[in-house]
């Protein structure tokens, strides 16, 4: 929190007509930064906050450029007044004060949310500075206070729609036109649309002073010249330091209990009796909020050195007496250290195991005293029992690391990460150092305190052996209390079975689908790619040609006047939108908009060319990129922590996202091909899996019959809703129907299926009140779900799975609509996933059994893909259908439709 800009703003709201206490000295700067104070606290119960002031003594910019915000009046003396209560007031309310020599308030909050970030926090700062829009990216946001009570968050695009440029850009923006408030000079005669121009054709400043000689007009390019010393110390001055030295960690920027006497003190003094009714109310629910959050954290648990143990193995001797211990344990915690991230190719420098509360042992490599070959004689018996069960944070690298020195890791029994996961899968932050501060209290060794970060970032095998043996046993230390934390909480929330059962098994089952990858061909990316391109070259000469103009298509900024003011597409077409739509920057042009506009032909031009471009950069010229050197395949990472509804996501590349249906989308997948002769690809795909779940979940008596019939259910819902004969049900009639049955799961309401349908409002209405007429169960069954959320505060899939749904309980409309749509969706959604989970278990385990030969290689969407040998096609198929219609136990038939053929597109 920027508490000199609370200050500010809080002064000159009462400016007007001044707050004063009874010696008449005024109060409302402190009043509003009270209060300010109050509210974060209670409505946004933050994990960790600090308020920031300046210091009085000069910073590094000053003595950088000695009239930096020299031309600032001096703050007035009413407010000078009030500061040293706004820091008393702020430390009795628990909330930590920073205050650095030499640092503005930017800098430290600019250093916290930097560091948050780097561990996958989500930070907000509290401000009105534009300066702070430089900061901004998918963990750190603005939190801008507005009128009133009134609040907005900022986001990465927020330099975008007021400047048109991203957000690593404002530096060089602020540096060009200068900065009036900082008395900082920038380049004389540039203002913002010339800033904002110049940085949009050629980057940062750095970048501009490399093209300097193409800088138009001349009169730029000579201010540029003339002044590029200062346009370089003016980006100095602007940026933001992320790299203070905040002695500060996690553990002290937690709140602690007011101090309601001293509170109570200084509010008599300020004349704030409003304020001391609610410091006893306030105070208890923010100490509740905490005990909420984490107990072990409202506990403030921590290892001091006095009772961890991290002990350095140093001969053959020490590790066999240690792997006797281990013998006895009935579980241990094991966690690697390597070269890199590399999962496939990173080599291990050194591993920590712990079976204790207090204590961990590191074995490093290289040693003086034992070869890494003798060290893994010893241990591998052990790593490869299946009845000695391992712990780890995210096991599965872990697991990889070993397969690469050859050892098969087994008897995985509990991975902390998907542990959190499962408890909380709403939440984006499962790593180690903040679930151990989370819920441990720990505040971890950060892993750049080791290696360093950027190009001055070192290797594991250069850290020194004490820092190198404390952070490595810290790591396995820490997995086995968390493990002992979360092991109970599943227990508590009946968790447990689908965690044991589903997705430990599971780990080992993407381990070896991420091992063996899946091949690709090369050559028909490298024609595909060619031929795109020429797509792309005669789709952008036919925008030009409509256009009567060239410009860059992919720039919203020339875009949209081309659009809405040169061609007036809104006047060339029937029934456009009332109002053309625009954002701070200028028209909207994203797809969503430009649909609206269809039937003008640069509309549907402008729509291949965006969906072909990216088609082009995100697959076929990726692709060749991640293929594999030494074994030519493409490696997928699968992902069981990421999806709030228990769904499996890829990632490098993901896979989820090429696009089925549509020609290129079958392109592209005539490139994934079996990796040896005279081998084929298999597709099993569940058909309408959600649909029958519905079914099944809704227990709903005529979509169960019409399932158990085999009778096609978009068909026989038109049939019912339209009243008319199954045989004579019209393609457009099962076409709204497909729609409707579908867009039902996902919570479609009345005006989107409108707009996907071509019908008016009324007529959607109507069709939606003829579906739940038809299917009477399946709206009962979403009140009793959003009554069952209501009252639990989360919802479940059929196999227990658990997602919160706190917005349930929310007074905005916006925020209640949008949990009652996850509320229905969720459960189908979720037990459709872990379904195919299950199946992919049992056919792996069925594969194993009898040392087939056949691969499976992906998992996407309701779909199964494998390789085999010709001679197993029948097995196979046979196998895989079996296992995936039998995998859950429903009122509905589960079908499976089965493909095979050269290439992932023939076998779809």
């Not at 005293?369 to 893994?376: I, N, P």
């Not at 269809?598 to 692709?623: C, F, G, V, W």
């Amino acid at each position: 929190m920027d508490g000199s800009a609370i200050a500010y703003r809080s002064h000159f709201a009462f400016s007007a007509n001044p707050l004063t206490n009874k010696e008449g000295m005024e109060t409302g700067a402190a009043f509003g930064f009270t209060n300010t104070l109050f509210k974060i606290l209670e409505q946004e119960q933050p994990d960790y906050i600090a308020v920031t002031f300046d210091s009085p003594e000069k910073t590094f910019r000053h003595h950088a450029y000695e009239p930096y915000k020299a031309t600032r009046e001096k703050m007035p003396e009413e407010l000078q007044v009030q500061l040293p209560y706004l820091r008393s007031i702020t430390e009795a309310m628990g909330i930590p004060f920073i205050v650095m020599p030499g640092f503005e308030a930017d800098d430290i909050m600019g250093t916290l949310a930097h560091r948050g970030a780097q561990e996958n926090m989500t930070s907000y700062m509290v401000t009105g500075d534009k300066d702070f829009l430089q900061l901004l990216n998918d963990h750190i946001f603005i939190y801008q206070l507005k009128k009133g009570s009134d609040t907005e968050i900022l986001g990465e695009s927020a330099s975008e729609k007021k400047w048109g440029i991203k957000a690593r850009h404002v530096t060089d923006m602020l540096a060009l036109m200068g900065d009036s408030s900082d008395n900082v000079p920038g380049v004389p005669g540039i203002g913002e649309k010339t800033a904002s121009k110049l940085i949009n054709s050629y980057g940062s400043i750095e970048d501009i002073y490399t093209n300097l000689d193409q800088v138009e007009p001349q009169r730029i390019q000579d201010k540029l010249r003339e002044h590029e010393k200062q346009a370089r110390m003016c980006k100095e001055l602007v940026t933001i330091k992320t790299d203070v030295p905040v002695k500060e960690n996690w553990g002290d920027l937690q709140t602690s209990p007011f101090d309601e006497n001293k509170l109570i003190e200084i509010f008599k003094e300020l004349g704030f009796s409003s304020l001391i009714k609610k410091i006893s109310n306030a105070s208890k629910e923010t100490e509740q909020a905490k005990a909420e959050k984490s107990s072990a954290a409202a506990k403030k648990t921590k290892i001091s050195a006095e009772e961890k143990q991290y002990i350095r193995i140093e001969s053959l001797q020490e590790l066999k007496e240690q792997i006797k211990r281990l013998e006895k344990e009935e579980i241990f915690a094991f966690d690697t250290e390597t070269t890199g991230l590399d999962r496939l190719h990173s080599k291990i420098v050194g591993f920590s195991f712990c079976f204790s509360a207090t204590q961990a042992f590191f074995v490093h490599f290289p040693s003086a005293q034992f070869s890494s070959q003798e060290c893994w004689n010893l241990m591998t018996p052990i790593l490869e029992n299946p009845n000695k069960k391992k712990i780890g944070q995210n096991i599965k690298y872990d697991a990889h690391i070993l397969r690469n020195e050859g050892i098969h890791l087994k008897g995985i029994a509990f991975d902390t990460m998907i542990a959190s996961y499962m408890l909380n899968p709403n939440s984006r932050q499962h790593n180690l150092d903040a679930l151990a501060l989370e819920h441990l209290g720990i505040q971890k060794i950060p892993t750049e305190d080791l290696i360093g970060k950027g190009k001055k970032q070192i290797s594991m095998l250069e850290v020194d052996k004490e820092k190198l043996t404390e952070y490595a046993c810290e790591d396995a230390l820490t997995t086995f209390l968390l493990f002992k934390h979360f092991d109970t909480e599943l227990t508590k929330q009946n968790l447990s079975q689908i965690f044991n059962e589903m997705e430990i098994p599971l780990i080992e089952v993407l381990l070896n689908m991420e091992r063996y990858g899946i091949h690709v061909d090369q050559k028909h990316l490298s024609k595909l790619s060619s031929r795109l391109t020429q797509n792309i070259e005669k789709l952008t000469d036919a925008i030009h040609k409509i256009a009567g103009e060239e410009f860059n298509i992919k720039s919203p900024k020339q875009l949209g006047p081309v659009l809405f003011e040169k061609l007036q597409i809104q006047t060339q077409i029937p029934n456009p939108p009332k109002k053309v739509k625009t954002t701070k920057t200028g028209y909207a042009t994203d797809q969503e908009t430009l649909e609206n506009y269809m039937p003008h032909p640069i509309i549907e031009a402008i729509l291949e060319y965006r969906n072909q471009s990216k088609l082009l950069s995100t697959y076929i010229d990726a692709l060749p990129k991640l293929i594999d050197s030494e074994t030519q395949n493409i490696h997928t990472s699968f992902n069981q922590t990421v999806a709030s509804t228990g769904r499996l996501s890829s990632s490098d590349p993901n896979m989820q996202n090429i696009p089925i249906r549509n020609e290129l989308g079958l392109e592209i997948r005539k490139a994934f091909i079996p990796s040896k002769k005279n081998w084929q690809i298999l597709s099993a795909d569940y058909s309408q899996v959600e649909l029958r779940v519905l079914a099944h979940l809704a227990k709903d008596p005529t979509m169960i019959e019409t399932f158990a019939q085999n009778q096609d259910i978009h068909s026989k819902t038109a049939s019912l809703i339209f009243d008319t004969p199954l045989s004579e049900v019209s393609r457009e009639q099962r076409a709204r129907s497909k729609t409707i049955n579908f867009g039902i799961i996902y919570g479609m309401g009345a005006r989107r299926l409108a707009k996907e349908n071509g019908i008016s409002i009324d007529e959607a209405k109507t069709f939606i009140e003829n579906y739940f007429r038809t299917y009477s169960n399946v709206k009962t069954y979403f009140d009793t779900q959003i009554d069952f959320a209501k009252k639990h505060g989360y919802i479940e899939t059929m196999f227990g799975r658990r997602r919160p749904v706190p917005e349930i309980h929310s007074k905005n409309p916006m925020m209640l609509a949008m949990a009652e749509r996850i509320v229905t969706n969720a459960p189908i959604q979720g037990s459709a996933a872990d379904i195919i989970k299950i199946a992919m278990i049992h056919i792996a385990n069925e594969i194993k059994k009898r040392n087939m030969q056949s691969k499976m290689l992906l998992q996407v969407h309701d779909e199964l893909v494998f390789e085999m040998p010709v001679e197993e096609k029948e097995e196979l198929s046979l196998l895989v259908k079996e296992k995936m219609e039998h995998a859950a136990d429903l009122k509905v038939p589960l079908l499976v439709e089965i493909g095979n053929g050269e290439n992932w597109a023939q076998a779809h």
